[in-house]
């Protein structure tokens, strides 16, 4: 399907309205008017691009800004913004190559962190023997804050069990948590209280932040060395206008958590559950198992997001609730789900 306008709430095809809940964007940044003047501002000022390196001997503020805003949301010492989340993990991870004998990873992890010869986590759903064998070696631990299918954060306790030989670095991908979850949307990074030499968070901006571009957080030793990459250093830098923005928009940011965390809710008040759908009120997605509740939805003007990862993979069907969503528009969605649901 292709749309002529950004889908926000309402998404128009062939000239017909629906009520949209899908996308990414969780806050409703994208069409928020008092958003998009910050945006508007700060390409004034700083143009549409920058396409210099950020090593060369010009400098730009906004860089300060935002990636000392990015640092205190997500509670680091340090963070970097580059163009996009899927460059901040591969740079993480060229970096961590020559740093580690071991990956493993946890879960179906997003494409942005897989790296060859990464071994699972859980072996028939006990901890790999690998992990809790005694020979001294560096390892990173990959997984999603949220993993695929799931509404609550990774439960990350198995850190305990791996054995103290074992020095771990953890790679966190917060694309789909980073805004959302924490307290403001400040992720799950600072709230990681497990015995690990580094955590290294990954995350897209252009989901609940809703600009451009990608951020990596660590301590400030390991965020030094992302920037003396050659893949870093070549680069141009994530839109300053959008790094700018980040830091002008904090304000912004903890409104549109706070008017997501009341529709959620809401939700939670009016859904009547069953084992057709999974949802936490925490989280705005609402996984669907049945094939038959999606084509009822779109046979009330419902349009929800449906996709597959990959090419042999089942279609992946969720409702995305968002913070521009309003209390007539979920009495609709929830109206439909109770109605299916009633009949099981």
């Given at each position: ?12 095809i ?20 008092t ?11 700083w ?33 970097v ?13 060229e ?15 997003h ?22 064998d ?31 030989q ?45 600009l ?24 141009a ?27 959620l ?62 209390k007539?528009?979920?009495d ?13």
């Amino acid at each position: 399907m292709i749309v002529e306008k950004f889908p926000d709430r309402i998404i128009e095809i062939d000239q017909k309205q629906y009520l949209y809940f899908g996308g990414t964007a969780y806050l409703g940044l994208p069409t928020n008017a008092t958003f998009q003047d910050l945006v508007v501002q700060n390409i004034l000022k700083w143009g549409t691009t920058y396409g210099s390196s950020r090593t060369a001997n010009i400098k730009l503020s906004a860089y300060n800004a935002g990636e000392k805003f990015l640092a205190k949301h997500i509670g680091s010492e340090d963070t970097v913004t580059v163009s996009s989340g899927m460059l901040a993990g591969k740079l993480v991870l060229e970096k961590l190559k020559k740093q580690t004998d071991t990956f493993f990873h946890l879960n179906e992890i997003h494409s942005a962190i897989q790296i060859e010869n990464s071994l699972p986590v859980f072996i028939n759903e006990k901890l790999n023997d690998r992990l809790l064998d005694s020979k001294p070696e560096k390892i990173v631990i990959l997984t999603d804050g949220v993993p695929s299918f799931q509404t609550n954060p990774v439960d990350l306790s198995f850190l305990k069990e791996i054995s103290n030989q074992k020095e771990i670095t953890l790679v966190i991908d917060e694309s789909h948590s980073l805004g959302i979850v924490g307290e403001n949307g400040s992720g799950i990074y600072a709230t990681i209280p497990f015995p690990i030499k580094r955590k290294i968070l990954v995350s897209s901006l252009g989901k609940a932040f809703g600009l451009t571009g990608g951020v990596i957080a660590s301590n400030s030793k390991f965020i030094n060395e992302i920037k003396e990459i050659e893949t870093f250093t070549s680069a141009a830098g994530m839109n300053p206008a959008f790094v700018q923005t980040l830091s002008d928009a904090s304000e912004i940011y903890k409104i549109q958590h706070q008017k997501l965390l009341d529709n959620l809710i809401y939700i939670d008040s009016i859904l009547v559950r069953n084992e057709n759908i999974k949802f936490d009120n925490s989280y705005p997605l609402i996984y669907l198992l049945s094939k038959e509740l999606v084509d009822n939805l779109k046979n009330e003007d419902i349009i929800i997001a449906s996709f597959k990862y990959t090419k042999e993979a089942e279609p992946l069907n969720r409702i995305v609730i968002t913070a521009n969503h309003t209390k007539e528009d979920l009495d609709k969605l929830v109206g439909v789900l109770n109605d299916f649901n009633s009949r099981f």
